[in-house]
């Protein structure tokens, strides 16, 4: 069964940093891209970041960019996203999702698998 498990998640002030995690499991995780999205209480799932199968090509949301990376290590089946100078908006639950059709790499409903979601917290 596929699945996918984020980790790394927590309390960090401003300015500070945070490295998330993305664990696959059960399929050809080398064979997909990853996105990163995430989520503030009460709003839709806004697209992140984006990482190709081999890990060539990324994108960000302009809210994060220059900030966010987006790194993998198929050998690990392990998608990160190291984030830096983490503002109070970065507040939200973090999720990887997998995307195992073709389509637009910002669009939600593009990716069929998805993780539990990993809370960060940038306090005010």
């Known amino acids: 069964q596929l699945q996918l498990v984020e980790s790394g998640g927590g309390l960090v002030q401003p300015g500070g940093s945070l490295r998330l995690s993305c664990l696959a499991s059960g399929f050809a995780f080398d064979g997909y891209p990853i996105g990163w999205f995430r989520q503030a209480p009460g709003e839709g799932r806004e697209w992140a970041s984006y990482?190709?199968?081999?890990?060539?090509?990324?994108n960000y949301a302009d809210s994060v960019k220059d900030r966010f990376t987006s790194s993998r290590d198929n050998v690990k089946n392990k998608v990160y996203l190291q984030m830096d100078s983490l503002k109070p908006d970065d507040t939200r639950v973090y999720y990887c999702a997998a995307m195992t059709g073709g389509g637009s790499w910002a669009n939600d409903w593009e990716y069929d698998y998805w993780g539990q979601g990993t809370q960060v917290s940038v306090p005010s």
């Open positions: 990482i190709s199968e081999d890990g060539s090509t990324t």
